[in-house]
């Protein structure tokens, strides 16, 4: 008897990796193309000239500067506050309330079922805060934390549930350590990556909400994208090339300085 083939079960075997390799490629197409029909655009100088003259207007732009360093420090402000709002939190849940989880869970996405018009709106009626910070761009703050909670709480959350906290918690309090001690030293290091993705999702939603911005008359990064799209052609596209790619920059920064910080304390 000859032995059977077996070309129909490599055949079979070889048929996901195709699936995986179009699936892929279909979507790097769908993202790439319109980004490289954008860039070829925003070249575009009139008729079938292209050059760098839209680059060189925005980056002239003292406005362009301005909004960015304003959105930076604004993202970065809310990075802070949300960090410490939430890790305590999260950590006092899984630790010692666990049946608050689903309550927390369903607060923390009040804000995808809340439009940033409401939000805004429930901000300059309810709050009367003091005057030097509701007249300055750091009244947004309030505002950035409630709409980055659903992605840092839960980013978090996840990363407190991927610990043993009870063991940790007890092995540093015979210790002598406190519950700042444990936050600080014990808690953070192991949830490092949590941390950094929410550092990263929130650094993305700041420098791209546009709706608490201009309903609050500030002019932020967004603001200040949105009246170039208005306005301009070209120069529109090459602001939009030049905000993603600072986006990514800023977010392998990040990534850079906490792989390194990693590193620093495994030595």
Do not use: C
């Not at 994208?225 to 052609?233: E, F, P, R, W």
Request: hydrophobic residues 55%.
């Amino acid at each position: 008897m000859t032995a059977p083939s077996k070309t129909p079960s490599k055949l079979v075997g070889s048929r996901p990796s195709i699936w995986r390799f179009s699936a892929v490629t279909l979507a790097a197409l769908y993202f790439l193309v319109p980004l490289f029909a954008m860039a070829v655009y925003s070249f575009w100088a009139g008729g079938t000239s292209y050059d760098f003259s839209a680059y060189i207007k925005i980056i002239n732009d003292p406005q362009f500067r301005q909004t960015f360093a304003l959105s930076a420090q604004l993202a970065l402000e809310t990075i802070v506050i949300s960090l410490l709002l939430v890790v305590p939190a999260a950590f006092w849940v899984n630790l010692r309330a666990p049946g608050l989880r689903n309550l927390i869970n369903m607060l923390s996405t009040l804000s995808f079922v809340i439009p940033p018009i409401v939000l805004v709106s429930g901000l300059t009626t309810f709050y009367k805060g003091p005057v030097w910070l509701i007249s300055t761009p750091q009244f947004l703050v309030a505002g950035y934390v409630v709409l980055a909670l659903p992605y840092t709480y839960r980013t978090l959350d996840t990363g407190m549930r991927s610990l043993d906290l009870q063991t940790l918690s007890e092995a540093a309090q015979s210790l002598g350590a406190n519950w700042l001690t444990i936050l600080w030293k014990v808690v953070l290091p192991n949830i490092h990556s949590a941390v950094l993705g929410a550092t990263l999702l929130t650094l993305a939603i700041v420098l791209g909400e546009f709706t608490l911005a201009n309903v609050l008359l500030f002019n932020t990064f967004a603001v200040y994208i949105n009246y170039i799209g208005q306005t301009q052609g070209t120069p529109a596209a090459a602001l939009s090339l030049l905000s993603l790619a600072i986006t990514w920059l800023a977010m392998l920064g990040l990534l850079r300085f906490g792989n390194g910080r990693v590193q620093a304390a495994g030595k």
